[in-house]
Structure formats: C-alpha cells, structure tokens
Nanobody, 123 residues
C-alpha cells in the first residue's frame, strides 16, 4: 500500500516536498514513480526512481526543479519540488511497479497507487 502526502497551496517560485510512504512491501525492491493529473487533463508521468539503485528520470518540464529520492530505512520516497509554477498544479500520485526503462511512463504498468495529494500553485 502507498500513501501520498505533502501537497498544499504554494505561491509561484515556492517549494513543496511530497512524501510516498509504503507499507506491506520493501520499497527498494520496486521502481517508484510520480504521476500527476492537472485539471481537465489526463494523468501524466513526472519522475521515476528505479528499483535496485538510485537511477532517476524526469519529464522535461520538471528537470532541474524536481528531485525524486528514496529513504530505504523509512520505506519512503519523496518528490522535492522547487521553483513551482502554476502549470505544476495537479493531483500528484505515487505508484510502484517493475517497468522496463522504456515503459516507466506507462501508467498501465504500475500495479499499486497512492491516493493522490493536491498541489496548487497560485498567487
């Protein structure tokens, strides 16, 4: 089971850290990804940290601003979001799976999802 938290209202240029807490399994054995669904849009892939190591991947629009990480001791993953923009407003979901590299953005591959946490970037 995954539980996402940490969303909220923040001004443009602000920061938030999202947390994805895992229970019932060992997070380091799985790839963890963050997806988001903006108002009126389909859910899109944001970032991934691969199983078995710390290799990370990001969608182009968040590169240099977002950082995904994992604390194996706490069985928790994080998404640090800096320099937030209004277009980052969305519900953010964490998910676990074992996708091959070419499929990390394919949400159908993931078999366990957190409930989502709302991020609103507005002045």
């Amino acid at each position: 089971q995954l539980q996402a938290s940490g969303g909220g209202l923040v001004q443009p240029g602000g920061t938030l850290r999202l947390t994805c807490a895992a229970s019932g399994f060992t997070m380091r054995d799985y790839t963890i990804s963050w997806f988001r669904r903006a108002p009126g849009k389909e859910r899109e892939w944001v970032s991934t940290i691969r199983h078995g190591g710390s290799t990370t991947h990001y969608t182009t629009s968040v590169k240099g601003r977002f950082t995904i990480s994992r604390d194996n001791a706490k069985n928790t993953a994080y998404l640090q979001m800096n320099n937030l923009k209004p277009e980052d407003t969305a519900i953010y979901y964490c998910a676990r799976g074992r996708p091959i590299l070419s499929a990390i953005a394919n949400e159908a591959i993931y078999y366990d999802w957190g409930q989502g946490t709302l991020v609103t970037v507005s002045s």
